[in-house]
């Protein structure tokens, strides 16, 4: 592979990148600059609506209509955005309506964790069409930056001009910051793209924002099941990566005892812990196919470990309702859908036994958060707005065209 830009130095846990102070508008930047926050805003109204005519991207985003017709010009001629006329006739010269070009852009996204590397392409539309794991039986840098460049021949061979735009490290905190800096480096230098890290927490948290319910609704408390459990706090686009960058540890909040109290929620509430009931019960299951066969079935002894779970993260749940009483509540992790869905009804049905909360607690399933995270870090880069431009669309944003 040609070499690639040199890789800017790795941010600490919990820091994704520079941000623009909301409110401050865009005094001190070069023209370059703006022109490249602007496309950002342009970009981020139109996904968010699913379409726009030129006069309501300039009426969410401020821009003056020469303004907004040059940049749109512009990523329809790059193949980011699609055109297309009116669905229904209106008197007058018709306004033309603009799209996101669901395959406009890719990135690539590697998730790294306790010796498993999972490997996914991203579109810009949030499909995933590919996505690959592998085993990294030895924790030192070169293997896994071999197994990453190895995948990505099998992910995007030959793509030329039409490859990804960025490679997206998300590392949980085994194999940790310091392994994945020096992955990081060793790509940098052998690949056409740059490459970005974060720590899983946060990466999840912004490919829900971004590619999950979070984009129309960007605060929320996110509980994650993956190898282990974990959460994350995301206020009005913000996400909170706590001490370390690894997010909140809900794994100790057991406010109600259990029988995982000494070791915390994770030994059961994860994915481990499911595969170590199932196993308990003369079940070894390998894969997401299986699990999701078990789950659509009705398995009794899945239900038993969703019926558990609930019961211990229904205390959680509670005191976040109380301190913190986010819109929703977000499942995600590495379970399938089908679970995670079982998982949220579960909850819903315990919370609706007369808590005293502030009022009702939302759980929405979010099933690919972790898969899209570490991907979407390429076009956070590239294309997407930070955090305060969140803000201001989901603020501003009018109905889509065609909507009831």
């Not at 690949?191 to 319910?213: C, E, K, M, S």
């Not at 994860?270 to 199932?278: D, E, I, T, W």
């Not at 315990?350 to 972790?370: C, F």
Request: a positive charge.
């Amino acid at each position: 592979m040609n070499a690639g830009p040199p890789h800017p130095a790795l941010p600490p846990p919990g820091d994704d990148g520079p941000r623009t102070a909301v409110g401050r508008g865009l005094s001190g930047t070069t023209g370059a600059q703006a022109r490249d926050y602007n496309q950002r805003i342009i970009l981020q109204s139109i996904r968010s609506a699913g379409s726009l005519s030129r006069p309501e991207v300039a009426g969410i985003t401020g821009l003056t209509g020469p303004a907004v017709a040059y940049i749109c010009r512009r990523l329809v001629r790059d193949g980011l955005l699609l055109e297309r006329d009116p669905p229904v006739a209106v008197r007058g010269r018709p306004g033309r309506i603009l799209s996101i070009n669901p395959t406009g852009a890719m990135a690539i996204g590697a998730d790294m964790e306790e010796g498993r590397l999972t490997l996914t392409l991203m579109e810009l539309g949030g499909r995933m069409p590919k996505r690959l794991t592998r085993l990294i039986p030895r924790a030192i840098p070169t293997a896994w930056a071999e197994a990453i460049l190895d995948g990505i021949r099998d992910l995007a061979p030959g793509a030329g001009d039409r490859g990804p735009i960025g490679l997206g490290l998300a590392y949980a905190p085994d194999p940790g910051h310091a392994l994945a800096a020096a992955v990081a480096r060793q790509l940098a230098g052998q690949l056409p793209y740059p490459v970005h890290a974060q720590t899983v927490a946060i990466a999840a948290a912004l490919g829900d924002l971004h590619f999950g319910p979070g984009l129309h609704e960007p605060s929320f408390f996110q509980i994650l099941i993956g190898r282990t459990l974990s959460g994350g706090l995301v206020l009005q686009g913000r996400p909170f990566p706590g001490t370390g960058g690894h997010g909140n540890d809900i794994n100790l909040l057991i406010p109600h005892g259990g029988p995982s109290a000494a070791m915390g929620m994770g030994n059961t509430v994860s994915l481990a812990g499911l595969h170590r009931h199932l196993a308990a019960h003369g079940r070894v299951i390998d894969g997401e196919e299986a699990l999701t066969t078990l789950a659509d079935r009705g398995d009794s002894v899945v239900m038993d470990w969703v019926d558990i779970c609930a019961r211990l993260l229904e205390g959680p749940i509670v005191t976040i309702t109380c301190l913190v009483n986010p819109p929703a509540i977000h499942l995600s992790g590495r379970l399938p859908p089908s679970l995670l869905d079982l998982l949220a009804r579960a909850l819903e049905r315990r919370l609706a036994g007369g808590n005293k909360l502030p009022g009702r607690v939302r759980i929405v399933v979010a099933p690919h958060a972790m898969s899209a995270g570490a991907a979407t870090l390429p076009f956070l880069h590239r294309l997407l707005p930070k955090d305060d431009v969140l803000q201001k669309t989901a603020g501003r944003r009018p109905r889509a065209i065609g909507q009831a």
